[in-house]
């Protein structure tokens, strides 16, 4: 009964920690008891890690998550610490749980909602994007997967307006004819079942967001269970100056909308990369004293790179290039939509692949000069170097323990160096 209380009270400090970002009392608390990660808060059974990922904490997610914590443990509600992280925008928390392999296409217990609901409800489109490229082998099916009454992610971002998530969503396949089913919350019942994204935008009174559905194909001569066309919706909201855009009669042109700038295209390798690494996310605990300055990452300057991007070439670390292509909006380059500019060159990357072993660069072992004795040899180059730090390819012409200067200098091996003598000066 004491143990029990006494670990009941401890898992009390790491969720509190947890929740309060007080990174330094969770390390302390696990390295006394690792097993404290598991725990879950009595009534809500809100484990750690979703406390840390509702507050924004990726490097208190991290730490719980390399002591054992469940990337896809469940609270009360049936939602994951994915969720909550989506829920509230959190990018570098979903960054986090999706390279710790947690699963994407769970659904809470409330409304049958997945993380990317929630991310286009709020408007995260970051959150979108990295949800998006973990799902990518899924096809379509993730993007246009329905919560309570039939809604997508796309009716959703639609409603609230929030143009970017709707606009990464289309370029991703959403489908632009899904229909609502009967639903009696607020708002989705009064705009009627049977409606599709272009229904919810047109109650949402966001004009940007009703053109970019209109240029992309959606008609808007469709009807809902309620006999309403999308211009009629605005009607009944009151959003009248969405008539021009929604009118089926209207002659008013329609903007085209190039790729959204929040695709990412290297996204998905990365990210199966990182996860194929076993990727370590906080950066206080990758700084290595001992990596070379040839070998370390140009962005960072701490990590070694593993990563190199299609095209160009150029290498980065796994972290670093994780990071630019999860915040970095998409480079605007002809034929390649949603390349990300290299940080080095700005050229476009497709994508990144791992860096082979024999691409590494070989570190020559310091040789001596065969002529010095591990001393100063001002006979050869005239300058006082150490002679084990720039070993000479070729002898000057005025070192006379060559020899000739023309001959190869592995065929006389003098055993040391003469000193010079400068010639006497003629008066």
Excluded at 91 to 106: D, H, P, Y
Excluded at 145 to 174: F, K, N, P, Q
Excluded at 211 to 238: E, M, Y
Excluded at 400 to 423: H, K, Q, W
């Amino acid at each position: 009964m004491g143990n029990a209380l006494g670990c009941a009270g401890l898992g009390e400090r790491v969720a509190a920690a947890a929740r309060d970002g007080d990174a330094a009392e969770v390390r302390r608390l696990l390295e006394a008891n690792p097993g404290l990660a598991r725990c879950a808060a009595f009534g809500s059974l809100n484990s750690p890690l979703h406390l840390a990922a509702a507050k924004g904490h990726h490097e208190i997610a991290q730490l719980l998550l390399e002591n054992g914590a469940d990337v896809n443990a469940r609270n009360i509600y049936g939602q994951t610490a994915l969720m909550q992280a989506c829920r509230f925008g959190h990018c570098e928390v979903v960054q986090t749980l999706l390279v710790f392999r947690c699963n994407v296409s769970k659904v809470d217990s409330l409304s049958s909602r997945t993380a990317l609901h929630l991310a286009a409800a709020g408007g995260h489109v970051k959150c979108v994007r990295l949800l998006l490229a973990a799902a990518a082998g899924d096809g379509d099916r993730f993007v246009n997967r329905a919560a309570s009454g039939g809604v997508t992610a796309l009716h959703l971002a639609a409603l609230h307006g929030h143009v970017d998530c709707v606009h990464l969503l289309i370029d991703e396949h959403a489908d632009l004819a899904a229909q609502s089913l009967p639903c009696v919350a607020s708002p989705m019942g009064s705009i009627g079942a049977g409606s599709t994204p272009l229904h919810y935008a047109a109650a949402g009174g966001e004009v940007k967001c009703c053109q970019i559905l209109v240029s992309r194909g959606a008609d808007r001569t469709a009807v809902n269970c309620n006999g309403w066309l999308p211009v009629d919706v605005a009607r009944t909201w009151g959003c009248h100056w969405l008539e021009h855009v929604l009118s089926p009669k209207s002659h008013l042109p329609i903007p085209k909308f190039p790729p959204s700038g929040y695709l990412s295209s290297p996204l998905a390798s990365v990210l199966s990369i990182a996860r194929d690494c076993g990727l370590v996310l906080n950066s206080s605990s990758q700084v290595s004293d001992g990596v070379d300055d040839s070998d370390a990452c140009a962005v960072c300057l701490e990590r070694p790179c593993n990563v190199a991007a299609e095209v160009c070439g150029h290498e980065l670390c796994v972290k670093c290039a994780l990071d630019l292509c999860s915040v970095i909006k998409s480079y605007d380059v002809p034929g390649i939509a949603g390349s990300i500019p290299c940080p080095l060159c700005r050229s476009g990357i497709a994508s990144f692949r791992k860096r082979a072993a024999s691409e590494a660069p070989d570190e020559p072992e310091p040789e001596l000069n065969p002529t010095c004795s591990g001393g100063h040899c001002n006979n050869c180059c005239g300058e006082g170097h150490q002679a084990s730090s720039r070993p000479e390819k070729k002898p000057a012409d005025g070192c006379r323990n060559y020899g000739n200067a023309g001959m190869d200098s592995e065929a006389i091996v003098p055993l040391y160096c003469a000193p010079f003598t400068p010639p006497p000066v003629l008066s």
